[in-house]
């Protein structure tokens, strides 16, 4: 046989989010003023108490290998959240720590899907779904939501999707990229539809702190005991705390597949970082008054960046209730030209924007969805103020 790369590896591509913020940084460091409304990550800093569980782990030594799984402490820790929050029991058996939340999800779907499996992705989706299934030899079936539809997939519609094949709906909620979140009632819906035939929800709840205008949000796995035995709930740090370097996540769900889950992890990766396991124990346990100051300056920015958008002439946005995302329809934009360039769609629009406006931005195809773009407000309102003006300009000089 000749050496080469395997087809799994083929199939997939590097995470559109990540190109994006590399293109934008190789701008700015020749010197272009670029403003940034590609990042993924809040651009606040750890919280100073995190930080320093952090310092006290390396200070005391605490530098070693820990369980493959994470620390029974960081366990107890996400047992205490999940039962306060969520109104969750899990035992021990029934968590894994890993290294982030997407790392969660990949072990997930290594630990779960064979080659032939279907697994439905309501789109928009976030970029890895599609890919990670891809990765262990599955099917993704994505299903298309509408902004009318509140970009929810309806109980109806997955029904209609679901086949023979089904193992498993991904469902995000709060969405990264649209900012919407999903309600309780919705929630319940699905979830007779996933036990009717049993599938499996993975369910990533990693926006679940960042939510505005009283939205209260639910886990599906809290809907019932039946539906609980079928869902793993991931979450994690990065968002809540402004941990996206530490690098911790966590999967709570039914014991068979968190032990799956657990062995790839030994076999892989191990224990997430030491350090970082102390800091989220922390960030789990000590004092959350960050996350209020942290949602009252994204909620300003929210509201200013949504209200402009709206104002643009052939953009239109529906108002985000969680994240930290506002996602635009710009198709009524496209057919029109500008600097002798025509804007036939969302990658066009990302393209002609950060190259004359100097906005960076992620196109909506990344996420399956072309009439759209994702703009993130984790950034100052003195630079959403700078950036709307410029994507302003160059949206009237479309003809
Ligand atoms: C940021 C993000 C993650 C991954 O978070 P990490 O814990 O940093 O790996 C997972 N899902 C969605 C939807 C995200 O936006």
């Known amino acids: 046989m000749a050496i080469g790369i395997a087809k799994r590896a083929k199939a997939i591509k590097p995470s559109p989010t990540l190109a994006m913020a590399a293109k934008a940084k190789a701008m700015k460091a020749q010197g272009i003023d670029v403003v940034d409304f590609g990042v993924g990550e809040p651009d606040f800093d750890t919280p100073e108490n995190v930080k320093q569980a952090g310092i006290k782990a390396i200070q005391t030594g605490f530098t070693k290998y820990t369980p493959a799984g994470g620390t029974d402490e960081l366990k107890d820790a996400v047992i205490e959240k999940f039962k306060r929050d969520n109104g969750l029991a899990y035992e021990k058996s029934q968590v894994l720590i890993s290294c982030g939340a997407k790392h969660s999800l990949y072990n997930i779907a290594e630990a779960i899907f064979d080659a032939g499996d279907e697994v439905i992705i309501p789109s928009p989706y976030w970029v890895s779904y599609p890919d990670q299934v891809l990765l262990n030899d599955a099917t993704p079936v994505i299903v298309e939501t509408t902004e009318q539809e509140g970009f929810r ?4 519609k ?14 995000n909620s709060p969405s990264n990229p649209t900012g919407l979140a999903y309600d309780r009632k919705t929630l319940e819906e699905i979830a007779a539809v996933a036990v009717k035939h049993k599938i499996y929800v993975i369910s990533d709840e990693i926006y679940e702190k960042l939510v505005y205008d009283g939205f209260k949000h639910y886990s599906i796995a809290s809907l019932g005991p039946e539906i609980k035995d079928l869902t793993i709930v991931v979450n994690g740090v990065s968002k809540s705390h402004a941990m996206t370097g530490w690098r911790i996540g966590y999967a709570a769900g039914p014991k068979d597949v968190i032990t799956a889950m657990a062995n790839i992890q030994s076999q892989s990766t191990s224990n997430p970082t030491s350090i970082s396991q102390k800091a989220s124990v922390e960030a789990l346990r000590g004092p959350q008054d960050f996350l209020a100051g942290m949602n009252a300056e994204f909620d300003k920015r929210r509201t200013y960046m949504v209200e402009r958008l709206n104002r643009m002439p052939g953009v239109s946005c529906i108002k985000p209730v969680g994240a930290f995302y506002a996602f635009p329809n710009v198709s009524k934009l496209y057919g029109k030209t500008a600097a002798g360039r025509t804007i036939r769609n969302s990658s066009d629009m990302a393209a002609y924007l950060l190259e004359e406006a100097k906005v960076a931005l992620v196109s909506g195809d990344s ?5 759209y773009i994702r703009l993130s407000y984790a950034t100052s309102l003195e630079n959403i103020t700078k950036g709307l003006d410029r994507i302003e300009a160059a949206v009237k000089n479309l003809k």
């Open 153 to 156: 997939i309806s109980a109806a």
């Open 367 to 371: 996420f399956g969805a072309d009439a």
């Open 158 to 171: 997955l029904e209609k999707a679901v086949t023979a094949k089904t193992k498993a709906i991904v469902l």
